[in-house]
């Protein structure tokens, strides 16, 4: 079986713990025992990740060092995916000790210069802050700051991405039994000009779109989406909440889900099972190698 695992943000960097590398360490450390359960049960693999918390973090050194000229979040995302990779991939080795070959890829992915997302910024990055603060730095720089959870956070474009290039390598990788990690972050965000030449543009796309492209473009089996919360729930939130164990796309598509959390995990994993017919599933880290057996988080399947 071939299992796409999008690792969630949590996977690096739970809520709140501070931002430094010995954290982001001891977290993909026990992110990588998770997966090596798959791979031991002879799964084949590709690892993409989140980089919310790490690319606000380089953001804020770039205005920090030079606030009328921060780098741009292509070359930000590119530095994550290249920095993030580098733990999972060094983790996971030692982990596995010589019984598979990893390679991380920096993964670029194409989206649509015209995509509304460039005008209504809803991807939230970096840390929380409380109002006074977040307006400060706004002040310095010209960022967009809105509500999360009680704080307030940078939010930046997200567009939907249309294609992956590089997919043709991930390819060839698993075709030489390498375990990829790739499209981290959602990818590095890139438009194509009239004669075909990309360059970078400011967004980070959403990593579990990303994926569920990724899967999809593989003729993946299944695709992992791993959060911090064990399954998708009817009713989150209230005394009544429910936890959904099995569901179609059709079913999943009649319940409502918060739109800065559950819901773009709900929407790309339907939208992945529809496509292929393969079977998507939605829980903890811990539970990841259940999740694909089908005995733990939320599975969607045709």
Known sequence: MLAIISL???ALLTRGEPMTAANQRANVRRA??????IVDAGHRIVISHGNGPQIGLLALQSAALRPENTDPLDVLGAQTQGGIGYMIEQELENRLRGRRRIATLLTQVEVDPDDPAFANPTKPIGPVYDKAEADRIAASVP??????????????ASPMPQRIPDVDVVRILLDHDIIVICAGGGGIPVVRDANGARSGVEAVIDKDWASAMLAQDLAADALLLLTDTD???DGWGTPQQNPIRRATPQQMRERQFAEGSMGPKVAAACRFVEATGGSAGIGTLADARAILDGQAGTLITA
């Open 231 to 233: 399954a998708v729930y």
């Open 8 to 10: 969630g943000g949590n």
């Open 32 to 37: 990588v025992a998770a997966i090596a359960e």
């Open 143 to 156: 960022w967009v700051f809105k509500l999360d959870n009680g704080k307030y956070r940078r939010v930046v």
